[in-house]
C-alpha cells in the first residue's frame, strides 16, 4: 500500500490512474505531471522509489485540488448569483447556464445543477 494525501493505494495500481482519482486532475494534468517526474506512464505504484512518492505528494499538496478546488468553485457561482448575472440566476434556478436549448430537455442540466443550489 502506498500513502499520498490521506489516502491508501494497492501497489498495483497505475500511477495515472492514481493521480486521476484526485478532484481536479484529469487525463492531461497526471500525464504531465508524470513527465515532469520522469514517470513511464504504464508505471504502477509498487514500482516507484520512496523518494518518488514524496515527490508526487510534495507536487500534489502545492495544487488546487479536492476541497480547495470545490470550494473555490462554489464561491465563484455565490459571487455571480450575489452579483445578480444572467449565469448566476441560471444557477440559482438550476436551468442550463451555457446557452443549451430549454425548449424541450433540461432533464440533465438540472440533475447537474442541484448541486450547486443553496436553499
Known amino acids: 500500500m502506498v500513502f499520498i494525501l490521506g489516502i491508501n493505494f494497492p501497489d498495483a495500481r497505475l500511477v495515472q490512474g492514481t493521480l486521476q482519482s484526485f478532484y481536479g486532475i484529469g487525463a492531461h494534468n ?3 505531471l508524470m513527465a515532469r517526474l520522469h514517470i ?5 505504484l509498487g ?6 512518492v514524496l515527490d508526487i505528494t510534495a507536487e500534489l499538496s502545492n495544487m488546487k485540488i479536492e476541497n480547495d478546488l470545490r470550494r473555490e468553485m ?3 457561482i455565490k459571487r ?13 434556478m438550476g436551468l442550463p447556464v451555457r446557452g443549451q436549448n430549454t425548449r424541450s430537455q433540461t432533464a440533465t442540466a438540472n440533475k447537474l445543477n442541484r448541486v450547486d443550489r443553496l436553499r
Open 30 to 32: 497526471s500525464v504531465k
Open 47 to 52: 514500482s516507484l522509489s520512496n523518494q518518488k
Open 40 to 44: 513511464h506512464p504504464s508505471a504502477r
Open 80 to 92: 455571480l448569483r450575489d452579483m445578480g448575472t444572467y449565469r448566476g440566476r441560471r444557477h440559482a
Open 74 to 76: 462554489q464561491e465563484n
